[in-house]
């Protein structure tokens, strides 16, 4: 027989509705879960051995950029969800120390610090999704891990330029007042067809909108507006409870998109959407051209290589 003490249900309630200022401490978000189980089957057979999400961004694989972003948003608690085949992924994130040693001992700090870097980003955890049933289940297998807090997810080929950030304002309107925050971009009306579609209200806020309805993948001229749903989130715990009951969707997968729907639909019970614009530069890694037109872009402006990528393409374009 299990004894309850008296003050056990106080200190229950007081955990639940303890503040960080004039926020609720379960809005306070300090993990960060990156879906990264499928098969990147857009660059076979590049990825048949390799995950896509360590395809090398000129000599940094994908999936640190994504890493980077979460943990300079103060986000050092990260759990990926994987697949088979992705143990290079945490091979990467893990120490080599023969490696160290060796660059050690030939005195290249440089290339030394850049490998240790990658080990001591964050505190990172991973679990495998097992039936590939679509991105809300691999967010669903994360429940466990994050418990009764909000969390943040941010999609392992989808790559925010660090120049760029989206991360920090959607934290900063979750932590404001419990909302599930999404990141909406502009498209062109052509392309809506291929992502999560919004539809929505002004705020006074010209980069915050309040999110009225959401679809997956609209038929071609069906969309409500041309705001496109990328890939980062900042959900409430209570996103659990609706993935575990959100039945499969398009593509016969349980969709994230439609589980948000549900939040849109039941605010008082989920705490609504909102969505934040983003306007900077973004990357599709796991399509090909995007993969290269963010290999140029991030590449051009680094100061060991941009000055002769620079002159090269300056050539090359003389030649189309």
């Avoid at 945490?90 to 050690?104: G, K, M, S």
């Amino acid at each position: 027989m299990h004894f309850s003490p008296p003050w056990h249900g106080v200190f229950e309630h007081y955990a639940r509705t303890m503040t960080y200022g004039d926020v609720n401490a379960r809005f306070k978000v300090t993990k960060a879960v990156i879906p990264v189980a499928g098969l990147g089957t857009r660059f076979l057979p590049a990825t048949k051995a390799m995950p896509k999400e360590m395809l090398p961004i000129v000599d940094k694989p994908v999936i640190q950029h994504v890493v980077e972003e979460a943990v300079s948003a103060g986000l050092n608690d990260i759990l990926m969800i994987t697949g088979r085949n992705k143990n290079t992924l945490e091979n990467h994130f893990d120490r080599v120390a023969e490696l160290e040693y060796t660059l050690e001992n030939k005195g290249d700090h440089k290339k030394l610090a850049a490998v240790q870097h990658s080990s001591q980003l964050a505190d990172i955890h991973y679990t495998r999704q097992g039936d590939p049933r679509g991105l809300g289940h691999a967010v669903y297998r994360a429940k466990s891990h994050v418990a009764e807090h909000s969390f943040a997810v941010l999609l392992g080929d989808d790559v925010i330029d660090s120049r760029d950030s989206v991360l920090p304002k959607m934290l900063e309107e979750h932590e404001a007042d419990g909302s599930n925050v999404i990141a909406l971009m502009e498209v062109d009306p052509s392309m809506i067809h291929m992502y999560g579609c919004a539809s929505v209200e002004l705020t006074d806020d010209p980069d915050v909108v309040r999110v009225t309805g959401l679809v997956e993948k609209p038929e071609p001229g069906t969309a409500p507006s041309n705001l496109a749903v990328i890939g980062r989130y900042v959900l409430r715990a209570e996103m659990f409870d609706i993935l575990e009951t959100t039945a499969p969707g398009r593509g016969g997968e349980i969709q994230l998109t439609d589980a948000l729907q549900s939040a849109v639909a039941n605010p008082a019970v989920a705490g609504g959407v909102k969505g934040v614009i983003f306007r900077g530069r973004r990357y599709d890694t796991g399509d090909k051209l995007d993969f290269i037109k963010a290999t140029l872009r991030i590449a051009i402006d680094r100061d060991d290589i941009g000055a002769d990528l620079r002159t090269f393409i300056k050539e090359f374009s003389q030649e189309l």
